[in-house]
């Protein structure tokens, strides 16, 4: 899962929401300097990738891109699988997912002193290219993947992803539908036992 569905599954605790989203960035125990509810956010963060890892739907997806892409299939899967969370937003929320962007950035702005250093780097281009809503479409999935692989200075080959997207959209979007349904059960009762 990437960055829209960490924030989406952890419910309506805004620094539940930012601990997930930074989590990326904060190794091992430094978790442990944050607020309580930034840390559960972290520990829930760790428990959706373990728990997606191992997913056999998931695992199906990523086989799917594993012969081009090698071990950033994964990486490129949670992409996908963001895109068709975006794209089906009224499924899963009665809030537009614009307004649900929109709020998130507004946390983000609001909680500032409570953010890791490399949140604040990556805050003004998340915002300013706006990152989370551009997922609901083909084009801005692209540019994400374009702007990944650059980081790998063009090694992983991702910015070619969404023809995978594109020629196995049905598959991808029904393997997504499956394994969103059991993450958010997974990630209710993650959040109970924290």
Avoid: C
Avoid at 74 to 80: A, E, Y
């Amino acid at each position: 899962m990437n960055f829209l569905a960490h924030i989406y599954l952890s419910g309506d605790n805004d620094l539940l929401k930012i601990g997930n989203f930074m989590a990326d960035g904060i190794r091992g125990k430094q978790f442990e300097s944050y607020p309580t509810e930034i840390q559960k956010g972290i520990i829930l963060h760790r428990a959706i990738d373990t728990f997606t890892d191992s997913h056999p739907i998931f695992r199906k997806s990523t086989k799917r891109l594993h012969e081009n892409y090698h071990h950033y299939a994964g990486v490129i899967v949670d992409i996908l699988y963001d895109h068709f969370l975006a794209k089906n937003w009224g499924n899963y929320s009665n809030v537009k997912l614009e307004d649900f962007v929109n709020q998130f950035y507004n946390s983000l702005h609001e909680n500032k002193n409570l953010l890791s250093d490399r949140t604040i780097v990556i805050m003004p281009v998340m915002m300013k290219e706006n990152w989370l809503y551009v997922y609901h479409s083909i084009e801005g999935i692209n540019h994400i993947l374009t702007q990944m692989d650059r980081r790998t200075k063009n090694q992983s080959k991702m910015r070619f992803a969404t023809n995978e997207l594109v020629e196995f959209y049905s598959e991808f979007e029904e393997e997504f539908s499956l394994f969103f349904t059991d993450i958010i059960l997974f990630s209710n009762e993650k959040i109970k036992t924290l």
